[in-house]
């Protein structure tokens, strides 16, 4: 069963928008949620990663949002270009077991 | 500094083979990480290595599956008896002390099983 939920599937925005990719999980064991990045042929790279402890962390124009109650979190891309183009995972962890999402495929539109 | 390499980057073997996939690790880390990836999803956990000892192997699909890591460093995953079902990505990734340090990631080894 898919410890961690990934929507939507594809992603298309113009250059500009707001890309928003959202998660959800069950475990409340999980204590540290990353998100990666990955361009074909490569393995995924770290974005950006929250604990639950605090409900928004940005780091540039990557921002989480985390809702602990919901048991949710999301992804917004500020300003998108067409070199973020990549397809997208979430992931959950407790201790060094990590579930990762089913990704989203993100086109950016020049 | 070197990342994360994994040999070959493709394999291409028959249905009842053996193959091994090889993942070295950036210098110095202590913990490394091989996934599965099928087309269309995510990288599913298979084992954790802390050093030389696997510290979790709880991802390994079965016992065709095996890893070692003899010296703490480069790692190998050995598939016994493929199936057509084994066909995918394989990812190595390294972390320089585990838990929720990032993270690295090789490119993956290709593996197709006809």
């Known amino acids: 069963q898919q410890q961690v939920k990934q929507s939507p599937q594809s992603l298309i925005v113009q250059k500009g928008g707001i890309p928003i990719i959202n998660c959800a999980y069950e475990n409340t064991a999980f204590d540290y949620f990353p998100w990666y990045q990955q361009f074909p042929g490569k393995g995924p790279a770290l974005l950006i990663a929250?604990?639950?402890?605090?409900s928004e962390k940005k780091e540039g124009r990557f921002t989480i949002s985390f809702n602990k109650s919901a048991k949710q979190f999301s992804l917004h891309i500020m300003d998108s270009q067409p070199g973020d183009s990549a397809t997208y995972f979430c992931a959950a962890s407790s201790g060094n077991q990590f579930y990762f999402g089913t990704g989203t495929s993100l086109t950016v539109i020049p | 500094g070197a990342g994360v390499s994994q040999t070959p980057s493709n394999k291409v073997t028959e249905k009842g083979k053996y193959v091994e996939l090889r993942c070295d690790p950036i210098s110095g880390h202590t913990a490394l990480y091989w996934y599965r990836q099928s087309l269309g999803q995510g990288p599913e956990f298979l084992i954790y290595?802390?050093?030389?000892?696997?510290?979790?192997d709880s991802g390994l699909p079965n016992d065709r599956f095996f890893a070692v890591r003899p010296e703490g460093s480069v790692s190998t995953l050995k598939i016994q008896r493929t199936e057509r079902g084994d066909s995918a990505v394989y990812l190595c990734?390294?972390?320089?002390?585990?838990?929720?340090?990032?993270?690295?990631f090789g490119p993956g080894t290709r593996l197709t099983v006809l």
């Open positions: 929250i604990r639950p402890d605090v």
């Open positions: 990734a390294s972390s320089l002390l585990g838990g929720a340090g990032e993270q690295f």
């Open positions: 290595f802390q050093g030389t000892g696997a510290a979790d």
